[in-house]
């Protein structure tokens, strides 16, 4: 026969699925109801789904009406088995992996419905949505047939509560003070629910979060590593002492202070009609923003193509120890002694002060409608459908790059877990230094729309052997993604006023302990501020212009300290007086051409039409699926098969071949024939279908033990941004008798989705009925990897009526790779109300696991290994629990060749964080409760190749709460308010 769950563990669900939470004497088979609340009632929540699931999942349930653990989504994902974050602004969960998969490997469903992302990509950021809004979430790691395809790690379906899931009228509120301890600040944080059911015939529920929080990251950073095989001296200024070998050296070194002012809303709002005894109708709405405004400034100190001295090796060849001496010395603002006696002088080392803040305004909005219709005793068909809109925009980005030559030598050391840069701790202290260098504006934005209707039926069959029931449905989805970016002209605007003085009034000096956890005397804690609006709004006023005669005073002290371009004053003076004419004429043509709309002046931005800039890619799927469930005496199994038809098209500005002529008639050398201004809206189509196979098996092998087997094949559809027929063609000048050769650079419309065939097997052990020890295995079978290759393609020459071969970079389906791993589970309530909850995670793929590996699936986001240990008390009004979550090194990109100038692969470093909470019931109202994150102030390292190489050292600080919550009661919800 089938499970049937002991009459203890079916009184102990009975009573912690009621959501009013209430403690009365009933009886379910004679026996008394014992109720579980907190903690311990989240848990065996999740447990009971988890042992009654027909396929392989886990999950997190809220505590009691609005209340999590954990302040973010993702926070409280990271302790399910096989699931890690990445952490985004300020230390927060923002993004998940499951079984190594990155957030865009995984389905993210609210209420079962996709949700849609504010960036480029089909990942969704979970710090969007805060944990007091939903009542639980599922991570579905084996799929059904009636699965959204999508998720090759996993599924998470996020949920809210029901206003007829409850008795009467409930309400919760909880109000707390946040302490950053990284910012100095306390924050505010808001959240409430209210939910009213009439008569279980109609309900309401609303919730609603408010969270506004200033934040700060210090983010020591090497800008990269680079191959040299000159200018390092092994010796001081002036020795022959040149290193005759080729070696790493760092290109540049950064701090950056990031400061952060959030603000996140969020609302939820449900209603359900019991419009018939056989026909519920749900109508549920959710609306998020999240505004982020950024003050980044930066310093920096660049290594690239500058002589080093006394230069010491580490035992891989990577300079760790070097000193530049110092800057070319100030004669005025914006002049710079470059010659003595006639000698050109060294250029020694340079410094920068850099602002580049991103803000992020994003939106969510969605609206759902569910009829669920019992047709007859036996037939249940339910309609779903959904509209939703994420918008992400960030307005008027500053970026400005201010520079000059550094008044002392610059020494830099690596000591193994940090570095040295500065040699004391304040960084260029005279603001009379600077010049400008990049000044400019820029404003990215996507859109994400999605439209979806599914409708799913089942029959119940009766008097069938083990065949119990066949369910089927249908599903429509359309999506559209936009991205686009308006800018400041580059030409017209960012370096119109290169190396122009900037008065030191518009600088304040700021005193700020920077990674105080690593500093040995070596990171600057004093440095200059300014504010980016008042700097541009000085370089749009004539005073700015009138500081052109720099030039000419350049020109002249060239000269007089010795240098060659002129042989007289009179002709160095005449030269000085053109150059300032001439880039004063320069000046004002760019203003009297530059955009009108906008009120930035000379930094008006313009729509940036390069084919990475400006796309749309539009998504259609239609989907059938069927699913037969079966029953024995002791097992049960369901098998279903999904067929999925994907047709996708895009749009975006890009090139044409359009064939090769002549340059000149008569001549013999060919050469490309392009449109006027190169590019052109280029429309491309796609089009895939695929059968999804599934099948999962559970068997009781007696009352406590559980087996599992799940088949399935499941996919990721391919990166929207991959989508475009967007390209860049390079064809060489050439004689037709030596060879055309031809490059195309872009994107791929044809891409299929990657694939997997996946394999689970579980043993699940619940020895009572709180407390269980599982363990699963699996095995993922990677197909149609998307990788960037170069490969051969032909196009057809009108012109010339003949075939070309060209070479095309683009994304390409190529590679196949394995990822298996081993999920260890534990859950173990003590009679005292102490409780254990533990697991562990290990993978293995043979996809590439750094820049010499031969397969180039890059898994980025795995690690290895990963580990939770929970601890909790919950005696009467007393609870407690500590959270330490740790997880591997895993890499950030296999092949990253961008800045390094090497084949070099990024990883993040092992990082372990705790966590921890405390409660105390004052009343059955009334609760007060402490929360802390990241109690032991852990910070990020990012290293390449070897973690002697590092990248990044990143702080965030722990983060203190203290609050009050009403209506998490323990006992009874009814009379509240």
Request: overall charge negative; hydrophobic content about 35%; glycine content about 8%.
């Amino acid at each position: 026969m089938n499970f049937k769950p002991s009459s203890l563990a079916l009184a102990i669900f009975t009573a912690i699925s009621s959501a009013s939470v209430v403690a009365e004497e009933t009886k379910v088979d004679e026996i008394e109801v014992i109720t579980v609340t907190g903690i311990k009632g989240s848990l065996v929540r999740s447990l009971f789904d988890k042992r009654n699931a027909d396929n392989v999942i886990d999950g997190i349930s809220a505590e009691d009406i609005g209340k999590f653990p954990d302040q973010n989504v993702a926070e409280s994902l990271q302790r399910i088995t096989g699931v890690t974050i990445d952490r985004g602004e300020g230390g927060e969960g923002q993004k998940i992996s499951i079984r190594g998969f990155g957030s865009n490997f995984n389905n993210v469903l609210f209420n079962g419905r996709t949700m849609p992302s504010d960036g480029t990509g089909r990942g969704f950021s979970f710090d969007l949505i805060a944990s007091e809004m939903i009542s639980g979430a599922d991570v579905h790691k084996t799929l059904r047939a009636d699965t959204l395809e999508g998720g090759l790690g996993g599924t998470v379906n996020v949920k809210t509560a029901k206003p007829l899931d409850y008795d009467g009228f409930k309400a919760a509120a909880s109000a707390k003070g946040v302490y950053d301890t990284l910012a100095e600040s306390t924050n505010p944080f808001f959240s409430a629910l209210v939910s009213k059911n009439f008569d279980d015939n109609f309900g309401v529920l609303a919730s609603f979060a408010y969270q506004q929080r200033e934040s700060r990251l210090d983010d020591a950073k090497i800008n990269g590593y680079r191959t040299f095989s000159g200018s390092t001296y092994t010796g001081p200024q002036g020795s022959d002492t040149l290193s005759p070998t080729s070696h790493l050296r760092p290109t540049g070194v950064l701090q950056i202070l990031e400061r952060s002012d959030r603000e996140r809303i969020g609302a939820t709002l449900v209603g359900q009609w019991q419009a018939a005894d056989n026909v519920l109708v749900t109508v549920d709405g959710l609306y998020s923003e999240l505004t982020s405004i950024k003050n980044n400034k930066e310093l920096y100190t660049g290594y690239v193509w500058k002589n080093i001295y006394n230069a010491k090796f580490d035992e891989f060849g990577t300079v760790n120890s070097f000193t530049i001496p110092a800057g070319l010395e100030v004669v005025s603002p914006g002049v710079f002694k470059k010659y003595e006696n006639g000698i050109e002088l060294e250029r020694g080392a340079t410094d920068s002060l850099k602002a580049n803040a991103r803000n992020r305004v994003s939106t969510t909005t969605m609206v759902g409608l569910t009829i669920d219709w019992q047709v007859t005793d036996n037939f249940t068909a339910i309609i779903d459908l959904q509209s939703s809109r994420a918008k992400g925009v960030s307005e008027n980005n500053p970026l400005q790059k201010l520079d000059t030559y550094s008044l002392n030598g610059r020494h830099f050391e690596n000591t193994g877990d940090s570095f040295r840069w500065a040699n004391d701790s304040t960084f260029n202290g005279d603001p009379s230094r600077f010049t400008a260098s990049n000044l400019y504006y820029y404003s990215p934005a996507n859109n994400d729309d999605i439209t979806e209707a599914r409708l799913d039926t089942e029959w119940e069959l009766e008097d069938i052997d083990y065949l119990t029931s066949i369910r089927s449905g249908l599903y429509y989805s359309e999506r559209q993604k936009n991205k686009s970016l308006t800018q400041s002209r580059w030409s017209g605007a960012a370096k119109v006023f290169s190396g122009f003085p900037i008065p030191a009034s518009q600088f304040s000096t700021v005193d700020l302990p920077f990674l105080q956890d690593h500093d040995e005397g070596g990171f600057a804690n004093t440095w200059l501020d300014w504010d980016t609006t008042a700097l541009f709004d000085y370089f749009n006023s004539p005073a700015a212009i009138a500081t052109a005669s720099f030039i000419g005073d350049q020109i002249i002290n060239d000269y007089e300290n010795g240098g060659t371009d002129y042989t007289s004053l009179a002709e160095a003076q005449a030269a000085a007086d053109a150059a300032v004419t001439a880039k004063i004429a320069s000046i004002n043509d760019h203003i009297a051409t530059a955009p009108t709309e906008g009120d930035l002046g000379l930094y008006n931005k313009v729509s940036d039409t390069r084919a990475d800039r400006k796309w749309q890619v539009n998504e259609e799927t239609v989907a059938a699926y069927v699913e037969a469930n079966l029953a024995g005496d002791a097992w049960s199994a369901n098998i279903g098969l999904r067929y999925i038809k994907t047709d996708t098209s895009s749009l975006s500005l890009g090139q044409r071949f359009l064939g090769t002529h002549r340059i000149t008639p008569g001549s013999d050398v060919l050469s490309q024939k392009n449109t006027d201004g190169n590019e052109e809206p280029i429309l491309a189509e796609g089009s895939y279908t695929k059968l999804l196979p599934s099948v999962n098996v559970k068997y009781n092998i007696n009352d406590d033990l559980v087996a599992r087997f799940a088949y399935s094949q499941s996919l990721t559809r391919p990166p929207l941004q991959d989508l475009t027929a967007a390209s860049e063609i390079l064809v060489k000048g050439f004689y037709e008798e030596e060879g055309f050769e031809g490059k195309i650079k872009g994107k791929n419309p044809e891409l299929k989705p990657f694939t997997s065939s996946n394999i689970d097997l579980a043993l699940e052990w619940y020895y009572s009925p709180d407390s269980y020890v599982g363990g699963t295995y699996f095995t993922k079978d990677l197909t149609d990897w998307i990788t960037t290759e170069t490969q051969n393609v032909t196009l057809f020459d009108p012109i010339q009526n003949v075939d070309r071969v060209f070479q095309k970079t683009s994304p390409f389906n190529a590679e196949s790779a394995k990822v298996s791993g081993l999920e260890l589970s534990l859950l173990h309530n003590f009679d005292s109300g102490f409780g254990l909850q533990a697991n562990y995670t290990i993978l293995d793929t043979t996809g590439a696991a750094d820049s010499v590996s031969e397969s180039r699936v890059n898994l980025h986001g795995l690690s290895e290994s990963s580990y939770n240990v929970i601890g909790f008390y919950e005696q009467g009004p007393l609870q407690v629990r500590l959270a330490y979550n740790w997880r591997e090194a895993y890499t950030m990109c296999s092949y990253c060749i961008d800045t390094n100038g090497i084949n070099a692969s990024k990883f993040v470093d092992d990082y372990g964080q705790l966590d921890g909470s405390v409660s105390y019931d004052i009343s059955d109202k009334l609760v007060v409760f402490a929360q802390v994150v990241n109690l032991t102030d852990e910070d990020t390292l990012v290293y390449a190749l070897r973690k002697s190489n590092i990248m990044h050292i990143k702080d965030t600080g722990t983060r203190y709460s203290l609050g009050v919550r009403a209506g998490s009661c323990q006992y009874s919800c009814n009379d509240l308010l």
